[in-house]
């Protein structure tokens, strides 16, 4: 698996955008989410937290587009505004895995040895639990908190950029330009951090792009089980989870718009690591 | 046979570090158990030390990790404080209502995406290619709660199509003798038609809503690896010996395309393991996932190491079955 950084070749965005038209309705989505994340909390029409118990479980509306809970907040207010703290979850415990699991990766591949065999046990043992079950587990141990959801979740995918820096690097140590970068009086860390980590880059932020989807799914199905944010947040999950008391009775809206937003977001993230995939690594292409 | 028995015993070490590690996490837990009962008022503070010391918790941490080991050797994975039972018979009460809910499932979601893979290879680009590629790309962004819950809506609340979601049984039904646990297979030995169907149709919302997030992975799978195999050149062979087509599909390109498919489904049977936790959270059906969540609420050490556990277990034995059906499959993988 040797093969040098890929350069995204000139045009290859537009062709990849021309070439598929879900990745441009992904785009879109994308920037949408982007938008609310930013400034949906100055653009909502009602307060998130405001209850009002004089318009509780009402049906959407011209004035309630998304109609109100069971204590009468605007539930369009409240998914709007749970945008941004959804995606920071996400988005800080992918960065966490990746920055944690390609350094530690890396290290492990390059210099092997003990610390290597260890830390490559490890991986193994931590792969050997069903990932939403480690999760769990990690949210309750750590403690209930969002900054745990962002760690349980970082450490439930660091296995994946452990294993992937390190079978990238394995293999480049004798290449000629590390040699050249040795015989020049380059020491090991500068190796490892001005040569061999550009190189392996792009598989690892590949892993990375795929991975967010999945860690928005994953921290917002923690909070429906009670784990991690805590009402009265506005958060997906939660939501979610609030309105499921209430679907048998008929009351479908408290589920579906949090839950829509969800799924677009996931959608969004989907597939647009799949098109960024494309994009970066020519191998791949179908 | 000899590499079944190397990769059984390569499955050891991974196993103990599973219980280390389910050892630790258990006991980093905030919130100590003993004073989880002194917020009972009645307990004074030598009440509170005597649990400490039944616990265990008293003692350096590893010689309750040597405890634990031991224990564990017996089979004793400890007592719920929330029930005062042994947490292995609450498993063991618990553990068939999710296996038969996951199985069904899996089953489902087998029956379902390996045709559809199968038809969007036969022709890829077609219409029918990209209605695969629309519904897959749909279903792995699908929150499996968000999904459940919808599908009670349409198919309970509107529809009325399906009992009330609650359980595994209508509770105005009496269950079958116990005998595998297994409420479908039960109801056969015991003969009655009446519960079968009715537990079947219990178990059909939460089945589906768990077979359409396993479908993604499974129909992605099959068509990736089917086009693949026609393309390659013992299929050019058969087809310019005049093999029939479906000859070429069923017998040839089928089996060796079914190599990765196969991995594939150890994977998605261990994601379904995971989901069982939001499914039966969902649909209150009182499996091992309820039971872990209550646990947690409850900071209840003993029931969470043991679900941990078996999960890792089944985990693990998930990956052998696959690895030893695979160097069946494929004779290549076994050398």
């Known amino acids: 698996m040797t093969h040098p950084v890929h350069p995204v070749r000139q045009g290859g965005l537009r062709r990849a955008l021309r070439g598929n038209p879900l990745n441009l309705f992904a785009l879109a989505l994308f920037a949408l989410l982007c938008f609310a994340a930013a400034f949906g909390p100055l653009l909502v029409p009602h307060d998130p937290l405001a209850t009002d118990a004089a318009a509780a479980l009402q049906p959407p509306s011209a004035r309630h587009w998304f109609g109100t809970d069971q204590i009468g907040r605007d539930l369009f207010s409240r998914v709007v505004v749970a945008t941004r703290l959804d995606l920071l979850i996400a988005l800080g415990a992918v960065s966490l895995s990746l920055v944690a699991g390609s350094a530690l990766g890396a290290i492990i591949g390059y210099w092997g040895g003990v610390l290597d065999t260890v830390v490559s046990r490890l991986v193994d043992v931590l792969m050997a639990f069903p990932l939403f079950v480690l999760a769990m587990a990690l949210v309750a141990a750590l403690g209930n908190s969002v900054i745990n959801v962002v760690y349980a979740t970082a450490i439930v995918n660091l296995p994946f950029y452990i294993r992937l820096a390190r079978s990238e690097v394995r293999p480049r140590r004798a290449l000629g330009y590390v040699e050249a970068a040795r015989a020049g009086g380059s020491g090991d860390w500068r190796i490892l951090l001005r040569h061999l980590i550009p190189n392996i880059a792009a598989p690892l932020v590949i892993q990375a792009s795929v991975n967010l989807g999945w860690a928005v799914l994953n921290a917002a199905a923690l909070s429906f089980l009670g784990l991690g944010v805590r009402p009265p947040t506005p958060e997906w999950g939660i939501m979610v989870a609030e309105g499921a008391r209430f679907i048998a009775s008929g009351e479908w809206w408290i589920v579906t718009f949090p839950g829509l937003a969800l799924m677009l977001a996931v959608l969004a993230f989907n597939l647009l690591g799949d098109a960024l995939r494309d994009l970066l690594d020519p191998r791949l292409r179908r | 046979m000899s590499r079944v028995g190397l990769r059984l015993l390569s499955a050891i070490p991974t196993l103990f570090g599973v219980v280390v590690v389910t050892f630790l996490l258990t006991r980093v837990l905030p919130g100590d158990p003993a004073v989880f009962f002194a917020s009972n008022p009645a307990m004074s503070a030598a009440d509170i030390a005597a649990v400490r010391e039944t616990l265990g918790l008293d003692q350096p941490l590893y010689q309750q990790f040597l405890i634990y080991l031991g224990n564990l050797a017996q089979g004793d994975l400890g007592r719920s404080i929330a029930t005062g039972q042994p947490v292995a018979a609450e ?245």
């Open chain 2, 91 to 335: 498993f063991a009460r618990r553990l068939p209502a999710s296996a038969e809910l996951t199985c069904l499932a899996f089953l489902l979601a087998v029956s379902v995406a390996v045709p559809l893979g199968l038809a969007a290879a036969l022709r890829p680009g077609s219409l029918v290619d990209h209605a695969v590629r629309l519904i897959v790309t749909l279903g792995v962004s699908m929150p499996t709660f968000v999904t459940g819950l919808l599908m009670i809506y349409v198919f309970y609340v509107l529809a009325g199509v399906v009992p009330e979601p609650i359980g595994r049984l209508d509770p105005f039904l009496f269950e079958p003798a116990r005998v595998t646990g297994f409420l479908t297979i039960d109801a056969l030995l015991a003969g009655d038609r009446q519960i079968l169907a009715a537990a079947l149709h219990q178990m059909l919302l939460p089945a589906a809503t768990m077979a359409l997030f396993a479908l993604a992975p499974l129909t992605r799978m099959t068509r990736a690896a089917m086009i693949a195999t026609l393309g390659s050149e013992f299929i050019r062979t058969a087809r310019a010996a005049g093999l029939s087509r479906g000859r070429i599909v069923v017998v040839y390109a089928l089996r060796n395309a079914l190599l990765p498919v196969v991995t594939t489904m150890g994977m998605v049977f261990s994601y379904m393991l995971g989901a069982n936790v939001l499914v039966e959270r969902v649909f209150s059906w009182p499996g091992i996932g309820a039971f872990a969540i209550d646990s947690i609420v409850n900071l209840d050490y003993a029931p969470l190491q043991g679900f941990m556990l078996i999960m890792a277990a089944l985990f693990i034995a998930v990956n052998l079955v696959v690895d030893i059906v695979s160097a069946i499959i494929d004779p290549r993988v076994g050398h």
